[in-house]
Structures are given as C-alpha cells and as structure tokens.
C-alpha cells in the first residue's frame, strides 16, 4: 500500500524560506515520479511542482517558478519542495502525489492523481 507522509509545514513571514518533505513507503519509490499540489481556504487544489522518476524532468506553476524547486533522494525515499521568496499568497495545505504506473508522468490534474499523502500546513504571514 502506497503512503506518502508530508512534514515541514509551519507559520513563516513573507519573504521566508521553507523546505517541505514527503517521505515514501509501499513500493519501489525511484521508478516512480512525484509531486506537490496544494489547497488554500475556499480554493480548487492545484498544481505546483512534479519531477520524473529518475529527477531529470521537472515542471512548476507558473506561480511558483524560480521561487520553488523540487528534488528528490532515492536511497532515502524522499522527495522535497524547498520554497523561497513565500509570499502570503502561498498560504495552503500543501499536499504530496505519485501516480500509479512507474515510470510514468506525474499528472497536473488533480483529479487524476492516483496517491496522496494527507497535507502539510503553511500559513505565510505579511
């Protein structure tokens, strides 16, 4: 059974920087790509970042280019979001997702994704 477990999240000020992770079990984590997504108040879930099985492709928001990056370390089934530059408007759960097919993309429709981790709070002040 696949379980992605997010932690990190926490109260920060504009202009901050945060790394949020997301810790892997169940299968076979480098064959598989990663993402994360995120949920504000009142907001549909949306796309933030992914990167392919083997962390030679990544994408962002444009929300969020050049302030996020997104990384992975397979030997210890992790993935991570480090955030810089947080502005106000960053303030969401921030949820981990993985697909069900290794080897294959990551999805940036929500409503697709196959797997998700329960979320991570963070809350940027001004």
């Known amino acids: 059974q696949v379980q992605l477990v997010e932690s990190g999240g926490r109260l920060v000020q504009a202009g901050d920087s945060l790394r949020l992770s997301c810790a892997a079990s169940?299968?076979?984590?480098?064959?598989?790509?990663m993402g994360w997504f995120r949920q504000a108040p009142g907001r549909e879930r949306e796309f933030v970042a992914k990167?392919?099985?083997?962390?030679?492709?990544?994408n962002y928001a444009d929300s969020v280019k050049a302030r996020f990056t997104i990384s992975r370390d397979n030997a210890n089934r992790t993935v991570y979001l480090q955030m810089n530059s947080l502005k106000p408007e960053d303030t969401a759960v921030y949820y981990c997702?993985?697909?069900?097919?290794?080897?294959?993309?990551?999805?940036?429709?929500?409503?697709?994704?196959?797997?998700w981790g329960q979320g991570t709070q963070v809350t940027v002040s001004s």
């Open positions: 990167i392919s099985w083997n962390g030679g492709f990544t």
């Open positions: 997702a993985t697909p069900r097919s290794s080897f294959s993309a990551l999805t940036e429709v929500p409503g697709s994704v196959a797997y």
């Open positions: 169940g299968r076979t984590f480098s064959t598989y790509a």
